[in-house]
């Protein structure tokens, strides 16, 4: 059903529906670049976050309920999206925040979680959560006024110049780094890798088919999809790079190696010639986040230039 908002100061009468099409994933992702635009590169997600994001939920929800969206006649001014755990989030442009939409986003959730819960109080047992910048004041504020309160986990957003030049990295005999290919074998060895690193974590559980659907998704590109291929054809570390063409800021994530291909320069390897190829298409800065406390990732990306320049922190509120 849809919905209506009357704001206060300018006239706007604003409404919301379910996510219903591809062209919908296209105008989010309008709007998070039109805002970073406007604003900074950290008040809002990259596209890339969304794309991830996304194909979580198409994966292991249902778009059509678990993403709603706000229109101002057919111009989308905001969105929000319930994940798994339960994560929720919602981005809105700058000039209809404080208006009511993040309230009425925050009341679809939590009319979402309690159906949830209904239907299945073990998988949705858990405290909602939401995460935000620290340097994000308004956004803090929300959520403590709606009873959030901040956990532990932290990480670092990390952003790193491609005016700086990239290195070159020798690869173990028999390797090789490229793009993924559309070969449905690929594809599946692609999948395998993913669950290994991911697993046991809700990210990840994603089929092979998944991952070809995945491939097909708006955003994704495959010659950013960058693959460490071992000499018996195992995809042994990747990458998957995203591009804000309107802010030319890329994304980096997810990111990984194989247990077995660890400690051998591979995932440095497919980083760098990410970046090469983000700088070939017009990117001018580079952005990754990884875990505050995951001192590996820090210096992986530390040695690829990366620095730390914002932090993201999460708020929960018990049920």
């Known amino acids: ?115 949830l819960r209904a239907e299945d109080a073990e998988r949705w047992k858990g405290p909602m959560v939401v995460g935000t910048r620290i340097d994000n004041a308004e956004r803090t504020a929300f959520l403590e006024q709606h009873g959030f309160q901040r956990r532990e986990y932290v990480e670092v957003n990390m952003l790193r110049s491609l005016s700086d030049p990239i290195g070159e990295q020798e690869l173990p005999p028999g390797y090789e780094i490229r793009s993924m290919s559309d070969n449905a074998n690929e594809v599946r060895r692609r999948a395998e890798a993913h669950r290994e690193v991911w697993r046991p974590w809700t990210v990840g559980d994603v089929t092979d088919e998944q991952y070809a659907r995945f491939m097909r998704m708006p955003g994704y590109e495959r010659d950013l999809d960058v693959v460490a291929v071992a000499p018996d054809g195992a995809i042994a570390a990747y990458v998957n790079g995203w591009l804000d063409p309107v802010n030319r800021i890329g994304d980096f994530g997810p990111v990984g190696a194989r247990e077995a291909y660890r400690r051998q320069g591979l995932t440095r390897a497919v980083l760098l010639e990410c970046l090469r190829r983000m700088k070939a298409r017009g990117m001018d800065r580079v952005c990754v986040s990884t875990g505050e406390g995951n001192a590996a990732a820090r210096g992986l990306y530390e040695s690829v230039g990366f620095r730390v320049v914002n932090r993201y922190v999460e708020y929960a509120r018990a049920r």
């Open 1 to 115: 059903m849809d919905s209506k908002l009357h704001h206060a100061g300018p006239v706007r009468s604003v409404t919301s529906r379910p996510h219903e099409t591809e062209a919908d994933l296209q105008q989010m992702y309008a709007l998070l670049m039109e805002a970073r635009s406007r604003t900074n590169d950290w008040r809002y997600w990259h596209v890339g976050e969304l794309a991830f994001t996304f194909f979580m939920i198409d994966c292991h929800l249902d778009p059509r309920r678990h993403v709603r969206l706000w229109h101002d006649g057919k111009k989308l001014v905001g969105y929000a999206t319930l994940n798994d755990d339960p994560f929720f989030d919602w981005q809105v442009l700058p000039e209809y925040e404080g208006q009511a939409v993040e309230s009425e986003a925050l009341a679809w959730a939590d009319g979402l979680v309690a159906e």
